[in-house]
């Protein structure tokens, strides 16, 4: 339905100590996919579109849902130990694949991609999981806000 929706999402920004220009790039990219095509239905008498707010606190991932930017109507928290190991995978292999590009031969490059790709799905399915039974997203929605979830992991 074209109310299960997030139209309006936001990371707090006081989580995150300073992006670099290849992370800056890929939340950029994430939210405009996001908004682009999403699924997002919280469990419950809800209806949307809604605003997403992304947090981490007390190392919980926190899901703060508005509509129409009100006040919030939901907030789910998630245990960041959880994501911690996948987080982490996922920052190495994206280290090597940006140094690659810039030296690595095509086939070694791939390689590295598909090994991201792949850890990334990791992460998106364990996302998928972790919101059963409280909102109900489908799997590139899941992998956008995991893009987002490691986004706000860069803290110091």
Sequence with gaps: MADHRIVNITLDEGSVV???PDVDHER???????????????VGDFSGPYHLHLAIEENRLIFEIKQD????????ALATTAFRRIVRD?????????????????SRIEAIDMG???????????LVERLDGKVDIDFDTARRLFTLICVLHLRG
């Design 18 to 20: 300073r992006w670099n």
């Design 69 to 76: 930017g009100s006040e919030a109507v939901g907030r789910i």
């Design 90 to 106: 996922y920052f190495q292999i994206c280290e090597t694949y940006f140094d690659a590009i810039k030296t690595a031969s095509p």
């Design 28 to 42: 950029k990219v994430a939210i405009f996919d996001l908004l682009e095509e999403n699924h997002f239905a919280p």
């Design 116 to 126: 991201r790709r792949s850890v990334h799905n990791e992460g998106s399915q364990l």
